[in-house]
């Protein structure tokens, strides 16, 4: 806990997400480098920034792949090293843990990281094949299955094992959608009840339309340097002390357990141990709530609750914004919505907007301790992140 | 050129080149990882590689995305961070710089980098359209300009300029041709006179059929450390001294010059200034010769000769095996084949041969220093590593 910071972030931006018909992916990340450019004044960009990784899942929504020299010249940055991470939904994260390394490294002191997806221009069955891409070809995608039946299979399994009902599955969408609603960022910016949750359509049993997270356009960064050089740019730090990234099997058939997360447990794992912290002392989380059920195994793959009690976690409002540890505040994935290389940086914004208090009527009072997790497709890429406020 | 290395090359391996009818990209993978292993029998590899970096292009090809951790999972590593790193021809050039930031940040001891591309179960059509996705979608894709018209419209420049000539052009296809005849892993190991390439038909004026790379399937990967635990693993050490990566607008149309790529000076200078050396100092390069003319530009960029004078720098024979600087020794793209993502390190994987005298047909007698020069598209990506051997 006491431990030296890994990095500082010194600013953050994030587009509003929804849909930005018109948009190209640059423009949207235009958007959102000019946000974390303007909440750090004292940075001159061009001068400044080393480097740019950037989290974007796919290159089918708009034709168009070699995407980090492309949002390098569009924010401004033109000539850097721009470097494109794909981890499926974890894209962002990955280029965290990328911009991590380049900063340590000793060959950029100040780094860009972000994430953009474009996607509603595109049919929901086109969206659906995009994105399956990040699951196995030959034993899944091949035979019809796509992420909603892969995240339903996981669902089964942990009813299965340890009486998990749909309705707790439900809860973690009424609260997501209530912590969305306190978020002008957010996608849907409406509450919902359980009866409209547990009343909607199937996709996939036991999975319903409001247990899945939103088709979202979106855009997210954060810009990264050295703790010591931190206090050059802003007053209001944010220090990352933990990191650890893991990867899985891409095949759910090669698990040993459909119920949790192997790759989330590595990387949260490590990530503690950088921090020296326990589960117990984290203030709030922004976790990877593709699907509702997603957030339940997180709670328990990231040690807010014993295996097999995250329905019981939910179901008591422990993880709502006034709660014991409020989790996914800024909506999640769920409410805010999920533009797949976006969210990543997008859950580290809104981290960084809660530990500089500036985070609204959704503020967690006195957060100190927050942590990230990002996972791509069903698992086989997770990473985790712990911050710190500066005092 | 004292300067301590950045990074030590302790093993590498490539699968053939060529075309792999009926294995899947993982699979050609888990072939260049097993000779990396291979050449560095110390190593336990799921025990020590902390990190695995992968360059892969396209999705499309075979309906797959989130590369890395499948990659990890085929060769045996699964549970480690794995990250897919995309910037189109140059992904695994920008791969290779993301392991040594991982090196050089202390969190990663050990690292893998390798690329690959599955590519030719894909009609030329297919193939042709997702190359396409690395250059600008609004305003090349969309108006029907593929790689060879914009490759041609630098050469149509350069000629304009300084007078090179078609045939100067054709003369870098032969040298290759010969190169690649030298080299077992080479797609295509047989020689062709300047007449065959002078008599094949236009693909876009003046880049005919034989001043085109290769539609190739292969995979490549290098293992790095710090240069202190090197001896740890090999008595054969390869040590990278430079690093450099750059980007530039994606779109040829707000370029100041398209008879230069500025990624590939701003990439180079960065490198030859971390490493302390000039170009003249340099033993032999692998360069990015996606077309013919590529190669010629890439003289001039690389400080191997005056602005204009590449062609006449090809002519001369000073870039063959026995020359004064000897480029693409394995055959480069042109004739060992170009499977996308593996480029950048199939590059490293020729220096490594030839700093550890293993190059057998091919060796350059005394090579001390190599450099390659890995571009992405149409240069909105460049990256230039220089080598050093051990001793």
Request: proline letters at 4%.
């Amino acid at each position: 806990m006491n431990r030296k910071p890994l990095v500082s972030i010194i600013g953050a931006g994030m587009s509003k997400f929804g849909k930005h018909t018109g948009l190209l992916t640059r423009e949207l990340f235009a958007e959102a480098a000019s946000e974390a450019f303007s909440r750090c004044p004292k940075l001159q960009p061009k001068k400044d920034i080393k480097a740019l990784f950037i989290g974007h899942m796919g290159e089918a929504y708009e034709h168009q792949g070699h995407t980090a020299s492309t949002l390098a010249d569009w924010a401004g940055l033109v000539g850097i090293p721009a470097t494109r991470t794909e981890a499926a939904c974890g894209s962002s994260g990955a280029a965290l843990r990328s911009g991590i390394y380049a900063v340590l490294s000793g060959l950029a002191d100040v780094v860009m990281v972000g994430g953009v997806e474009k996607m509603t221009h595109r049919t929901t069955a086109e969206v659906t094949e995009y994105l399956a891409m990040a699951s196995d070809y030959p034993f899944e995608q091949f035979h019809g299955i796509t992420f909603p039946g892969l995240f339903a299979l996981m669902a089964t399994s942990h009813m299965h094992n340890y009486g998990t009902t749909e309705e707790q599955i439900a809860k973690v969408a009424v609260k997501n959608h209530y912590h969305g609603s306190l978020n002008p960022k957010a996608h849907m910016q409406k509450e919902i009840t359980i009866e409209t949750v547990m009343s909607s359509r199937y996709v996939a049993w036991p999975l319903k339309l409001y247990d899945c997270s939103l088709i979202t356009d979106g855009a997210s960064c954060i810009i990264l340097t050295k703790p010591e050089l931190a206090q050059k740019y802003t007053d209001q730090p944010v220090h990352i002390i933990g990191s650890g990234q893991a990867s899985d099997t891409i095949g759910l058939y090669e698990r040993k357990s459909l119920s949790s997360l192997q790759a989330t447990k590595i990387a949260a794992k490590a990530a503690y141990e950088m921090a020296d912290i326990k589960p117990e002392q984290i203030d709030l989380a922004e976790v990877h709530d593709c699907f509702t059920f997603a957030e339940i195994m997180a709670y328990e793959d990231l040690g807010f609750c014993r295996p097999g009690e995250g329905g019981k976690l939910v179901e008591s409002g422990e993880t709502y914004l006034n709660g014991r540890i409020p989790v996914n505040t800024s909506g999640g994935l769920k409410a805010k919505g999920h533009p797949v290389g976006a969210t990543g940086t997008a859950q580290t914004y809104e981290l960084y907007l809660q530990l500089t208090d500036q985070a609204e009527k959704r503020q967690v009072k006195d957060a100190k301790i927050g942590l990230s997790q990002n996972i791509g497709g069903s698992g086989a890429t997770a990473v985790v992140h712990i911050y710190r406020r500066e005092k």
